[in-house]
């Protein structure tokens, strides 16, 4: 499995639907999902195509089982949140845990992050081939 690749594909489908909503809000005039959209664009679109980049620029970062634990975990966080915060927003507060859960996914994959940023950065400053 290529981390790399799975973020950056992730990334442009998640800039498609978040698109989609902010086109569909406008065209309705309800902005009540406004997170909603905001967070599948900045989680979805641009966070995760940030991270595809970083692996591509950085490749041996992306061996081994720490970059994977990162993707499954952010992957995992990003799609249990945006249904639940879906609901949340509408009204009907249901599946509160595993919101709270998938927010500790993602704070967790982000600290999995800084360990690779710094691992690779500390190295000696410059990408290094896989
Ligand atoms: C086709 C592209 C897009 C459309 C049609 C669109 C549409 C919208 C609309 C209608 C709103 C609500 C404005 C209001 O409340 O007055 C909004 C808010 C927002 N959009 Fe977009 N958007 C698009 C792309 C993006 C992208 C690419 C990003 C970020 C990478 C983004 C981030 C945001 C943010 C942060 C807000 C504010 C959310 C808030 O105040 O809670 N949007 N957008």
Not at 66 to 78: C, E, I, Y
Not at 106 to 117: E, G, K, N, P, T
């Amino acid at each position: 499995m290529s981390v790399s690749n799975n973020f950056l594909r992730l990334g442009v489908l998640s800039a498609l639907v978040g698109m989609s909503l902010g086109v569909w809000m406008g065209a309705n005039q309800d902005f009540v999902l406004r997170p909603v959209h905001a967070h599948i664009n900045l989680i979805g679109f641009a966070s995760m195509m940030l991270f595809g980049l970083f692996y591509r620029s950085f490749p041996a970062s992306a061996q081994g089982w720490l970059p994977r634990a990162h993707f499954v975990l952010s992957v995992l966080g990003f799609l249990i949140l945006m249904p639940c915060l879906t609901l949340m927003l509408l009204g009907r507060p249901v599946f509160m845990p595993a919101m709270i859960a998938s927010e500790i996914m993602l704070v967790s994959s982000m600290l999995m992050f800084v360990v690779i940023v710094f691992m690779a950065t500390l190295k000696n400053g410059e990408p290094t081939a896989a």
